[in-house]
């Protein structure tokens, strides 16, 4: 700041000591870095205002004298290089020149809050969609060409590996290698002997099941670079053996105080209140803290958390009026269907059966539990297609299993926030060994056998005709392989003029990304697939509407799906999004009315995406035992009346606590102080957006 009270922003031009300057980042309120307008690196200066003679002021080119004739090439010629003087060394941004799309202003706030610490430490929980990868992408470009990193790794789980060396590459002109189980050993077969694939290419995306092992994890905290991105970051601190090893690695990292550390999460309060603290903890191991001190001493650190920490929702996005327009209009609906007959029939045989299996005594409470757990994820396959259910029937159950599988069981079975797998699309095992599988086997094989005699199969149909006939090229997310590959070959009969493909977990990220391109070029395309795409692929390019085929016991699931194609840079204007449920399955009736209905509830108050509150496995195996326990009792009932049933009202009351608090919580931080619209002020003041829409009509137009 000038003695005369004036602020100025890194880019400003200014004149001081008989001369005009740039303003360069990295400026105290006191103390100004100054560049010679035409002056190098070499000649960057520090200025205090307030022990100058002559004030600090403004500077400005004076108007050019209309006497003054000359060539129309003079005139661009000078305009390119008052454009390029001011640029050099200021900018604001050095990393502008080198990528190739044209950013959001509101997607520069995290950058500009980067550059205001001395060692980055930042969490970017922004909404699904809004472009995290951007944000994480514009901080790596900017930091490499100030030359304060010289190298960078990005830490994601395998599923994204390819995303992030095929978005490094296409939009900030950096070649990443990818360091996963599979080329981890071509990768190092080139180097020479004791040199490390983590320090011998500069750029690596690194897949967090690869450094699982003791070895591989010690290697890499010993070798990592200067800059770590960690991608899905609330996976690393969820409870669970796999995760503690990953927050292990993550702390080791950040004991590091000269590390620059972005960690991107779209939830990163999950509903593990622990979990939430330790990701804070890695920001600066007082924000850890914040759970167990004083009110006052919260506060503080809250403040002090506001620098480090930047989370926006689409309602924050859209209170930028320079903003509109960033996001397509999004219509959600809701379409019921009714089992009947033998479909009907076999629902609640199984719930019958279910239900016997959570009355059951024994003495062995684990194999009790884990009985349980199969017969809810039986329940789940049912509800999904009979092809799943088979699958489940015929694949034995491990009521042995050690722990570690029995947690992966879990979070499989309640779609689990810690679940960091969506590839983990496979029919869980459900016979446990009980004869009376057997008559369930059989109905199930009829039931598989005929596909077109499904209501759920043929409600579908008569869902995708409005959306096919108005244009729309939908993805059907389904639960299990079983399920998806069913519906693939339905759909296909049924739309004789449309492409019909479908993608599982059963094939490698290379070749679902390869498949997806494949589809898009086709003008009429419909997209079958499991939850292997609810993260990581974005679909904007070719797809504009999901179709919720089985309904996930996660809202954040949901939310991940619809994300794929309600996203920016979507190029139509409108997508849709279909629930489809069963009208007489209780089970989607629990699921639908005291957790997805609710979820939106908070969402459309708040603005805000709040997480099932505490331990949500446990509140959704309460619900589920309470459903069928009473399962005589709801299938006549309505949604509503489940709604009042005692363990739904638990779930809403700690639901709503815990957006109230989430309200509270989000008062707080940085980038409410930061404009979006003074951003691009400042980029128009150095030329830079013009430089942008001439990269972004060259490059890519693919944005994340």
């Not at 809004?130 to 944000?135: A, F, L, P, R, V």
């Not at 809810?376 to 009979?386: E, N």
């Not at 006939?469 to 004789?496: D, H, M, Q, W």
């Not at 809202?555 to 920016?568: A, I, K, L, M, S």
């Amino acid at each position: 700041m000038a003695d005369n009270g004036i602020a100025f922003s890194p880019g400003d031009l200014v004149r001081a000591r008989g001369r005009e300057w740039i303003v360069l980042p990295g400026a105290d309120p006191d103390v100004m870095r100054l560049r010679p307008l035409s002056g190098s690196e070499e000649d960057v200066q520090k200025l205090a205002p307030g022990l100058e003679f002559e004030p600090v002021v403004s500077a400005s080119f004076a108007p050019p004298d209309g006497a003054t004739f000359g060539p129309s090439e003079a005139a661009l010629l000078l305009k390119d290089s008052l454009r390029l003087s001011l640029r050099r060394g200021a900018g604001p941004f050095r990393g502008i020149g080198r990528i190739g799309f044209e950013p959001r202003a509101y997607q520069l706030v995290p950058l500009l809050m980067a550059l205001k610490l001395d060692v980055v430490r930042l969490l970017i929980a922004d909404d699904v969609g809004i472009g995290k990868t951007i944000e994480a992408g514009l901080i790596l470009r900017e930091l490499y060409d100030r030359g304060e990193i010289d190298g960078a790794t990005v830490l994601c789980p395998p599923h994204l590996v390819e995303q992030w060396v095929t978005e490094l590459e296409s939009k900030f002109a950096i070649q990443a290698a990818a360091v996963t189980a599979s080329s981890a050993g071509r990768l190092e077969r080139d180097l020479p002997s004791g040199e490390s694939v983590f320090r011998a290419y500069p750029f690596t995306v690194v897949s967090l099941d690869f450094i699982k092992s003791p070895q591989r994890r010690n290697e890499f905290l010993a070798r990592a670079q200067e800059f770590v991105i960690v991608d899905e970051a609330h996976a690393c601190v969820a409870r669970g053996d796999a995760r503690h090893r990953r927050f292990d690695l993550l702390r080791g990292l950040a004991a590091n105080d000269d590390r620059h550390l972005v960690m991107l999460t779209a939830t990163p309060h999950s509903g593990d209140e622990q979990g939430y603290w330790n990701l804070l903890s890695l920001l600066h191991p007082d924000f850890g803290r914040l759970g167990e001190v004083s009110p006052d001493e919260r506060q503080r650190l809250r403040v002090r958390l506001a620098a480090h920490f930047v989370q926006r929702r689409r309602i924050d996005i859209d209170a930028w009026k320079s903003q509109k327009g960033t996001f397509p209009k999004h219509e959600r609906l809701e379409e019921d269907y009714r089992l009947d007959g033998r479909h009907e029939a076999f629902l609640f045989e199984v719930l019958d059966y279910c239900a016997e299996i959570v009355e059951r005594k024994g003495e062995d409470a684990r194999r009790q539990r884990l009985a349980f757990w199969g017969t809810l994820a039986l329940m789940r396959c049912v509800a999904s297609s009979p092809a799943a259910a088979l699958k489940a029937l015929r694949t034995r159950a491990q009521l042995d299993a050690p722990e570690d599988e029995a947690e992966a069981i879990a979070e499989a079975v309640f779609d689990s926030e810690a679940d960091d797998r969506p590839d983990d699309d496979v029919e869980p095992a459900a016979d446990i060994g009980d004869p009376a599988l057997e008559r369930l086997i059989e109905t199930a094989t009829v039931l598989a056998a005929e596909p077109e005699r499904d209501p759920k199969l043929k409600a579908l149909v008569k869902d995708l005709e409005p959306l096919l006939n108005k244009g729309f090229s939908p993805v059907v997310f389904c639960r299990y392989i079983a399920t998806a590959e069913t519906v693939a070959r339905a759909l296909s009969k049924r739309f004789r003029g449309w492409e019909v493909m479908s993608i599982t977990g059963e094939l490698p990220p290379d070749e679902r990304r390869a498949r997806i391109d494949l589809l898009g070029k086709n003008d009429k395309r419909i997209l079958v697939a499991t939850d292997c795409l609810s993260e990581g692929i974005n679909l904007q390019e070719s797809f504009d509407a999901v179709v919720h085929y089985d309904l996930s016991w996660n809202p954040t699931r949901h939310q991940q799906r619809e994300g794929r194609v309600d996203r920016f840079s979507q190029r139509s204007p409108e997508v849709r999004s279909v629930l489809m449920y069963g009208a007489n399955n209780p089970v989607d009736g629990a699921v639908l009315q005291v957790i997805l209905r609710k979820a939106d509830t908070i969402r459309k108050e708040t603005g805000v995406a709040v997480p099932m509150p505490g331990d949500e496995r446990s509140l959704t195996e309460a619900l589920m035992k309470a459903v069928l326990l009473r399962r005589r009792e709801v299938r006549q009932a309505t949604f509503f009346d489940i709604g009042l049933m005692d363990e739904a009202k638990r779930i809403d009351r700690a639901w709503t606590d815990a957006a109230e608090n989430e309200k509270k919580s989000r008062t707080v931080f940085a980038q409410n102080t930061l404009r979006p619209d003074e951003v691009l002020r400042r980029l128009r003041f150095s030329g830079q957006v013009d430089k942008l829409r001439l990269a972004g009509r060259e490059r890519s137009q693919r944005w994340a």
